[in-house]
């Protein structure tokens, strides 16, 4: 009897590896004429919509030779917006890190009221328009905003100045992190935590030993989606910045003022810096993307 069951099973588990080929073939079986249009489509729209571009910035960039493409990152204003970019991208993913950590953290391995709504605002910056965010700090912030006339009689500068922009950069950007983290550590669960505290383990134990070093490319990846973000953002600081030439100007603020100045080579070097930060981004993300994967398959 034991052996007609063993016998049923393995025949179960042969047709279902069958089958599962089986239809793995029938996946191959379109004509060949139909899978090179379905390539070539691919192909095109990637070509058109994203290497095209790229080649456009960068030939313009260099249109003129390496020397003014290396003077127009040298002018004081280029600096500038360089210096205020990556000032205010640390600010952000800073606060965003120790925010999508907090969130990811009371999200995954705890129960509690207010949770689904927790989540919800979360997700808000990216169903909001940056440009609305922005308006929203200058009714909260500006003259004559709702703190305005406290901030006023205390010298305390928020608009037209770094806060400012630092406050909408990281407005637009918190979900990141955080949405990098919850599905990760929800799909990791609560048992090595559970099992570090049984042993004596305090809080803070438990999460730089156990936690921290399981979701360490989790982090990775939503830092570099974060940054990524913030050093490009243009809606909200548009609205907050005030432009002020050399001092609030980010490089996607400068980018368009160079060019509706008619400065193509300098606009086109500023952004080729963005352009090479997105294919950084690409790659780094394929990187992080492989060591989840992997994290994943080890964990089942």
């Avoid at 910035?57 to 003014?68: D, E, P, Q, T, Y």
């Avoid at 990760?184 to 030993?209: K, N, P, V, Y």
């Avoid at 990524?228 to 400068?254: K, Q």
């Avoid at 990187?287 to 398959?297: I, K, P, Q, S, T």
Wanted: hydrophobic fraction near 55%.
């Amino acid at each position: 009897m034991a052996m007609q069951i063993a016998d049923s099973v393995s025949l179960s588990v042969s047709d279902a590896k069958a089958r599962a080929a089986a239809a793995r073939d029938n996946l191959r079986t379109e004509p060949r004429a139909v899978r090179i249009v379905i390539i070539a489509l691919a192909v095109t729209f990637l070509t058109v919509f994203v290497v095209l571009p790229l080649v456009v910035v960068f030939a313009h960039a260099f249109s003129k030779g390496i020397l003014a493409y290396l003077a127009a990152l040298a002018e004081p204003e280029a600096l500038a917006a360089i210096r205020l970019t990556l000032l205010v991208a640390a600010i952000s993913v800073g606060l965003n890190l120790v925010f999508g950590l907090v969130a990811a953290w009371a999200i995954a391995k705890f129960d509690f009221p207010g949770k689904t709504f927790l989540i919800t605002l979360i997700d808000l910056p990216f169903s909001v328009s940056p440009v609305i965010s922005g308006l929203v700090f200058v009714l909260l912030f500006g003259a004559q905003g709702y703190f305005g006339g406290w901030l006023r009689d205390h010298d305390i500068q928020i608009l037209f100045a770094v806060p400012g922009i630092a406050l909408a950069t990281t407005f637009v950007t918190f979900p990141f992190v955080a949405r990098a983290l919850i599905p990760l550590m929800q799909e990791q669960g609560t048992q090595e935590e559970e099992a570090a505290i049984s042993l004596g383990a305090s809080g803070l134990q438990t999460f730089f030993r156990v936690t921290l070093p399981n979701i360490k490319w989790g982090v990775l990846y939503g830092v570099l989606l974060c940054n990524a973000r913030a050093m490009g953002e243009f809606g909200a600081v548009s609205v907050v910045s005030g432009h002020i030439r050399g001092e609030t100007n980010t490089m996607p603020l400068l980018v368009e003022i160079l060019y509706n100045e008619y400065h193509f080579v300098a606009a086109f070097a500023i952004a080729s810096l963005l352009a090479m930060l997105a294919l950084i981004t690409l790659i780094a993300k394929t990187v992080l993307e492989r060591h989840l994967d992997e994290g994943y398959a080890g964990d089942h």
